[in-house]
Structures are given as structure tokens and as C-alpha cells.
């Protein structure tokens, strides 16, 4: 009886942690939520973690395999940790940076795609500074090839 006790008492204990931390990454994440992918912010588990007073390793194994049905999508917990670039006296959220990448490459005109270099000094525009090298990094892991290999010849 106590050992089924404590089982009870545990699963209602993880439930609690992964509502605390869903309703943590949801505040700190409320302009994605209403506006979209651009307005991602940068976060880490230290964030999450100092809001709620648990440790960084915790948020990590409680948003490990974890997914949240929203309005904008299903999305793995961990989806909405990434890392920060400059964005004029702010910072933008990796995945807002590949959306931007993924926006310039969907416009760009078949027959002369735009080169990394180009992608790179039009994000500069939008106050995004990152090398030509970060653009070639998250135009791969997009899946999108290289502007050579997106070239239409009609």
C-alpha cells in the first residue's frame, strides 16, 4: 500500500514540474504564441529554471521527450530553447533567423537564387548580423541546397 502510495504521489509530483515548466516556457514565450515564428525569443534552462527555483538538469529531463499541442502547431518542449543573435540592441531566436532564411529563399527569383553571401547582407538589412557561414549552417539544416543546385534554367 505505501509503495503504491508513493507511485501515486510521484506521478502527481512530475505532472505538477511539467506544468510549472510548460506554463514558465508559455510566459516567456507569449509573443510566439500570439504574433508567430519571428517573434521566437532566445531562452535557455537557466531561464526557465530560475523562474520556477528548480534546477537547470531538471527542465532539461522533464522537457526531454516532451511535446505541447498549441493553436500555432504541435512542438517538442525543447523546441522553444535556442540560441540568440544580435538583432540591432536586441536578440532574435535561432529559428526565427532560419524562418527569415526560409522567407528569402521562397521569394527569391528561380533563375539567380540568392548566394548565402546575398542571404546574409539581406538579413543585415532586417538588423540580423550573422557571417555567410551561420546562413550556409542553417540553410542546410533546413534542407535547402545550395543556390547552384536551386537554379532553374527555362
Do not use: C
Request: aromatic fraction near 8%; avoid cysteine.
Amino acid at each position: 500500500m505505501r509503495g503504491a502510495m508513493w507511485l501515486i504521489k510521484s506521478i502527481h509530483q512530475r505532472q505538477r514540474t511539467i506544468y510549472r515548466v510548460t506554463q514558465s516556457i508559455v510566459k516567456f514565450q507569449r509573443s510566439f504564441f500570439e504574433k508567430g515564428i519571428d517573434y521566437l525569443r532566445p531562452m535557455v534552462l537557466k531561464d526557465v529554471a530560475d523562474d520556477i527555483e528548480m534546477h537547470e538538469s531538471t527542465i532539461s529531463r522533464v522537457t526531454t521527450n516532451k511535446y505541447v499541442h498549441t493553436p500555432r502547431g504541435t512542438f517538442e518542449l525543447k523546441y522553444f530553447f535556442n540560441s540568440g543573435i544580435p538583432q540591432g540592441g536586441d536578440a532574435i531566436a535561432s529559428e526565427s533567423v532560419k524562418n527569415q532564411i526560409l522567407k528569402i529563399v521562397k521569394n527569391e527569383n528561380p533563375k539567380k537564387p540568392a548566394s548565402d553571401k546575398q542571404i546574409a547582407d539581406e538579413l543585415a538589412r532586417s538588423q540580423i548580423h550573422i557571417a555567410r557561414r551561420t546562413v550556409a549552417k542553417y540553410r542546410e539544416n533546413l534542407g535547402i541546397p545550395p543556390s547552384s543546385k536551386r537554379k532553374k534554367k527555362f
